[in-house]
T-cell receptor
Framework: KQEVTQIPAALSVPEGENLVLNCSFT??????LQWFRQDPGKGLTSLLL?????REQTSGRLNASLDKSSGRSTLYIAASQPGDSATYLC????????FGAGTTVTVRA | DAGVTQSPTHLIKTRGQQVTLRCSPK?????VSWYQQALGQGPQFIFQ???????QRGNFPDRFSGHQFPNYSSELNVNALLLGDSALYLC????????????FGAGSRLTVL
């Protein structure tokens, strides 16, 4: 059974600081790894998808890396803004995703 | 381009009742998955429907059932509601071919009293 862990559970940073969010998984035979954003009480917005053959993906200020051998992925958010405040979830799998519990980020103005 | 639409957005039920949640997938998508997200936790996979058949199921009891219609929309039914069924129920759609990027709806918030 795939177990996904996200540390820390919560993070508070001043505006402009770079964010580093960690995700670890137990089964390295993954298909895809995805990072999502969730605002309070809302659904999930897909941020980045890394296929198993890829090492990283970038979109604007976001960069995600994948190291299957160590069972880790890291999401970097450059120059954080108050609008980046949300819960960030990572998930692994193909059509059946296994999610971590998320990291709740607060960016202080 | 409409994304994934779920209804109702909020509902309150009492223990023992039954509930039906509805989902319309993103245009062009043919696969629908349902997830349960309890407060403070990550979503848990319930099941997935493709071509009107349940293709895969997570660790949920038979009280949870679903259906997919010819237009790819889907329903999630939960019978004999328990307090522990209180959660945000998320529907996600995808195209079965390709990279399988899931598009999630805003969810249906179920409260069981």
């Amino acid at each position: 059974k795939q177990e996904v862990t996200q540390i820390p559970a919560a993070l508070s940073v001043p505006e402009g600081e770079n964010l580093v969010l960690n995700c670890s998984f137990t089964d390295s035979a993954i298909y895809n790894l995805q990072w999502f954003r969730q605002d309070p009480g809302k659904g999930l917005t897909s941020l980045l998808l890394i296929q198993s053959s890829q090492r990283e993906q970038t979109s604007g200020r976001l960069n995600a890396s994948l190291d299957k051998s160590s069972g880790r992925s890291t999401l970097y958010i450059a120059a954080s803004q108050p609008g980046d405040s949300a819960t960030y979830l990572c998930a692994v799998g193909d059509y059946k995703l296994s999610f971590g519990a998320g990291t709740t980020v607060t960016v202080r103005a | 381009d409409a994304g994934v639409t779920q209804s109702p957005t909020h509902l309150i039920k009492t223990r023992g009742q039954q509930v039906t949640l509805r989902c319309s997938p993103k245009s062009g998508h043919d696969t629908v998955s349902w997830y349960q997200q309890a407060l403070g936790q990550g979503p848990q996979f319930i099941f997935q429907y493709y071509e009107e058949e349940e293709r895969q199921r997570g660790n949920f009891p038979d009280r949870f059932s679903g259906h997919q219609f010819p237009n790819y929309s889907s329903e999630l039914n939960v019978n004999a509601l328990l307090l522990g069924d209180s959660a945000l129920y998320l529907c996600a759609s995808s195209l079965t071919t390709g990279a399988n990027v899931l598009t999630f709806g805003a969810g249906s918030r179920l409260t069981v009293l």
